[in-house]
């Protein structure tokens, strides 16, 4: 082999090995991504107080749209927690399911458009909605999950929660931006 066809070949092993550990490193960015979502959601369950919780059997965490990787972070919790002495279901949902069947309902970034068409459904329903917008909050959101500065922040549309029945801890709203 020649010099030139030993230095090509090991810039194509070196740019391979390169790619690999940089699809790992965002593999591993958005994982820990859904997992301080997760935990976000989690607290958000102590932090508000829906009507006529005691009348259910379960408290439901709607994600909207199948196979997104932050079911699973739920799911993993779930088991462990309880909202108001009920056990907690983790469910995906369907453009096409009752969105308002959950307490809780969070929107990846690609779903925001089912949220908008869902808009008026959801409303005047007891479902405090968690969207993932980057930029400006959905004004279908009650709160809004981003990173800022490396670190996890959210939003919160206070007049539209309470218009949704819902009550709010004075510790989310002072800590929302």
Known sequence: MHRNQINTRMKKVYFTLFMLFAF???????????????????????????PNLHNELVFKIGVLGHNHPIISELQASASDRNV??????IVALGANDDLTSCHILFVPNNQLSVLRRSASALSNSPVLVITESHGRMPAEASINLYVENERMVYQLDEEGTRNRNLTLSRQIVNFAR
């Not at 108001?84 to 279901?89: D, K, L, Q, V, Y």
């Open 84 to 89: 108001g002495g009920r056990p907690i279901e």
């Open 24 to 50: 790992l490193f965002v593999q591993k960015a958005d994982a820990q991504l859904e997992r301080y979502q997760s935990t976000f959601i989690y607290n958000f369950t102590r932090l508000v107080q829906w």
